[in-house]
């Protein structure tokens, strides 16, 4: 019997001794599950709020007309500030509207647009490319196929010249900038006014081209072709 009883002890012992060595291993393993599951909850959490992490952004509050100029007096009532989903703003989106001052529109721009860098051109810019810009005027009459007459500021043109004994046509000026267009009465025709034809223009030349601007103007050779941006 007391035999029996050692053998006994010794399988309880040995029993206990084993259930002592898996009971770290069972830990170790529980807390690794839990730092894993901790893990993906975290990226998770990050991937959630990340897909909805919003910023600002300018909105234009009407159509803006290719060559509307911003001023710091008009510019806070065509923009407003929105939040939107970050995947939603395109690159080079405007975060400060103050940089837009002096610059005009590019292109037209539809009401709701995101405003971006791209869309709009610093005024001086034309400007940058004539070492002593001047100021040309002519009456629409003069220029034979003024685009009808729908010419506006920020318009961008190429002036001809032509022979009438050769019959042909030599570019003279290219890539001229309309200054300003005036309607019959004098005032001056808004980018926005699509309709109304222009009496006369104002275009940006070379100083030293302003004198064969006006005679080729004078014996009525110029012709006007607009460029389609």
């Given at each position: ?19 002592k060595r898996i009971l770290p ?35 234009l509050t009407e159509t803006l ?143 030293g081209d302003a004198g064969l ?17």
């Amino acid at each position: 019997m007391e035999k029996g009883q050692e053998r006994e002890s010794h399988g309880r012992h040995r029993d206990g001794s084993g259930r002592k060595r898996i009971l770290p291993g069972l830990v170790l393993a529980a807390f690794a599950a839990a730092l894993v599951t901790y893990t993906v909850l975290v990226n998770v959490e990050k991937n959630v709020l990340s897909a909805y992490e919003k910023a600002g952004c300018w909105v234009l509050t009407e159509t803006l007309e290719k060559g509307t100029e911003l001023t710091a007096d008009n510019i806070g009532g065509l923009f407003r500030q929105e939040q939107v989903d970050v995947r939603h703003i395109p690159q080079g989106a405007v975060t400060d509207l103050q940089t837009l001052v002096g610059s005009q529109a590019a292109i037209t721009i539809p009401l709701g647009s995101m405003a971006t860098h791209t869309m709009f051109r610093d005024t001086g810019d034309c400007l940058a490319a004539l070492d002593h810009p001047v100021i040309a005027g002519c009456r629409a009459e003069d220029l034979y196929q003024l685009a009808s007459g729908i010419l506006r500021g920020g318009d961008r043109i190429h002036i001809y010249t032509v022979d009438e004994e050769l019959g042909q046509a030599y570019l003279i000026w290219e890539d001229v900038t309309v200054h300003q267009a005036f309607d019959s009465s004098g005032n001056l025709i808004p980018p926005q006014d699509t309709i109304s034809a222009a009496a006369r223009i104002n275009v940006l030349l070379e100083e030293g081209d302003a004198g064969l601007f006006y005679s080729e103007l004078y014996k009525g050779s110029l012709r006007v072709v607009k460029l389609w941006e």
